[in-house]
C-alpha cells in the first residue's frame, strides 16, 4: 500500500516547487500537471530583502532563471550555488536550490536548502512545504509530518499544508481519522485527495466509500488518471458483487 501511495504523493512535490517565488519563474514543462488550473496559486511579492542581494549575485540568479528556462536544470543549480556563496542569507534562493534539487532527485540536498530558508525566516509557508515533501521522499516520514505539522501550525486553513499531512498520513498508515479529514477537506484543490481517500477506505473495508470516491474523482474535467482509477473501480465494483453473493442471506 505505501508503494502506490508514495507514487499519489509524488504529485504534490512536483505542485509545491513550481510557485515558491518570484526568482523560480515558470517551472519546466516536466514539472506542471496536466491539469494546473487545480492547483494553489502563490502570490509573488518582492521582498525588501531582494534589494539587499550585491550585483554579483543578481547575475547568478539570472543565469540560473535562464538555464531554468532552457530546462538545464544542474546548470540553474550551479548558478542558485554560486549566488548564494555570495549572498547566504537570501531566503527565496535557498527555497528555490531546494527545488531544483528535488528535480534533480538528491532529495538529502533539497531539505537542507529548505531548512536553510526556514532558519532565516521560520514564518514563510512554502519552504516549511518543501521540507516535509523533501522527506517523504527521503522516507522520513515521521520528519515530514513534523514539517507538515508545523505548516499547519503556521496557516491551519493552507490547503497545500492539510493535503501533505492527510497524505503523509494515509502513507504511514496512521491516524485514519485524521488523514480522512485533512484529505476530505482538500479534495477540490487537489482531486488526487480522493484517490489517498479511496485507498484509505478500501484498506479500512469501506469499499462502497472507496468507489463513491472514484466516481468522484472521475467526474473531475479531465481527471490525469482517468484510465488506471477506471480499472481500479472495475475491480472494487466486482469485488463488492462477489461479496455481496457469498454472503449468507437472513431467514
Request: aromatic share 6%.
Given at each position: 500500500m505505501r508503494a502506490s501511495l508514495r507514487l499519489v504523493f509524488l504529485f504534490l512535490f512536483l505542485i509545491l516547487i513550481s510557485g515558491?517565488?518570484?526568482q523560480?519563474?515558470?517551472?519546466?514543462?516536466?514539472?506542471?500537471p496536466n491539469n494546473p488550473s487545480q492547483l494553489p496559486r502563490f502570490t509573488e511579492t518582492v521582498a525588501m530583502r531582494d534589494l539587499l542581494i550585491p550585483p554579483k549575485a543578481v547575475k547568478e540568479l539570472r543565469r540560473s532563471q535562464n538555464a531554468l528556462r532552457s530546462g538545464d536544470t544542474r546548470s540553474s543549480a550551479q548558478h542558485l550555488e554560486r549566488a548564494l556563496k555570495i549572498y547566504p542569507n537570501y531566503?527565496?534562493?535557498?527555497?528555490?536550490?531546494?527545488?531544483?534539487?528535488?528535480?534533480?532527485?538528491?532529495?538529502?540536498?533539497?531539505?537542507?536548502?529548505?531548512?536553510?530558508?526556514?532558519?532565516?525566516?521560520?514564518r514563510v509557508m512554502q519552504p516549511v512545504n518543501?521540507?516535509?515533501?523533501?522527506?517523504?521522499?527521503?522516507?522520513?516520514y515521521?520528519?515530514?509530518?513534523?514539517?507538515?505539522?508545523?505548516?499547519?501550525?503556521l496557516d491551519p486553513h493552507d490547503p497545500t499544508a492539510r493535503y501533505m499531512l492527510g497524505a503523509i498520513l494515509a502513507t504511514e498508515d496512521r491516524n485514519p481519522a485524521e488523514a480522512i479529514e485533512m484529505l476530505r477537506q482538500t479534495c477540490n484543490q487537489f482531486p488526487d485527495a480522493r484517490l489517498l481517500l479511496a485507498k484509505i477506505l478500501e484498506g479500512r473495508g469501506d469499499a462502497k466509500?472507496?468507489?463513491?470516491?472514484?466516481?468522484?474523482?472521475?467526474?473531475?474535467?479531465?481527471a490525469e488518471k482517468k484510465q488506471n482509477v477506471?480499472?481500479?473501480?472495475?475491480?472494487?465494483?466486482?469485488?463488492?458483487?462477489?461479496?455481496?453473493?457469498?454472503?449468507?442471506k437472513t431467514p
Amino acid at each position: 500500500m505505501r508503494a502506490s501511495l508514495r507514487l499519489v504523493f509524488l504529485f504534490l512535490f512536483l505542485i509545491l516547487i513550481s510557485g515558491v517565488s518570484a526568482q523560480t519563474g515558470q517551472p519546466p514543462n516536466s514539472l506542471v500537471p496536466n491539469n494546473p488550473s487545480q492547483l494553489p496559486r502563490f502570490t509573488e511579492t518582492v521582498a525588501m530583502r531582494d534589494l539587499l542581494i550585491p550585483p554579483k549575485a543578481v547575475k547568478e540568479l539570472r543565469r540560473s532563471q535562464n538555464a531554468l528556462r532552457s530546462g538545464d536544470t544542474r546548470s540553474s543549480a550551479q548558478h542558485l550555488e554560486r549566488a548564494l556563496k555570495i549572498y547566504p542569507n537570501y531566503l527565496e534562493g535557498h527555497n528555490s536550490l531546494g527545488a531544483r534539487y528535488i528535480e534533480l532527485h538528491e532529495y538529502e540536498k533539497a531539505a537542507a536548502e529548505f531548512q536553510k530558508a526556514i532558519d532565516i525566516d521560520p514564518r514563510v509557508m512554502q519552504p516549511v512545504n518543501n521540507l516535509s515533501v523533501a522527506l517523504f521522499l527521503e522516507q522520513r516520514y515521521v520528519d515530514a509530518e513534523a514539517a507538515a505539522r508545523r505548516a499547519v501550525d503556521l496557516d491551519p486553513h493552507d490547503p497545500t499544508a492539510r493535503y501533505m499531512l492527510g497524505a503523509i498520513l494515509a502513507t504511514e498508515d496512521r491516524n485514519p481519522a485524521e488523514a480522512i479529514e485533512m484529505l476530505r477537506q482538500t479534495c477540490n484543490q487537489f482531486p488526487d485527495a480522493r484517490l489517498l481517500l479511496a485507498k484509505i477506505l478500501e484498506g479500512r473495508g469501506d469499499a462502497k466509500g472507496a468507489e463513491k470516491e472514484l466516481r468522484d474523482y472521475l467526474a473531475v474535467p479531465d481527471a490525469e488518471k482517468k484510465q488506471n482509477v477506471e480499472r481500479w473501480l472495475v475491480r472494487l465494483t466486482q469485488k463488492s458483487t462477489a461479496n455481496a453473493t457469498t454472503e449468507p442471506k437472513t431467514p
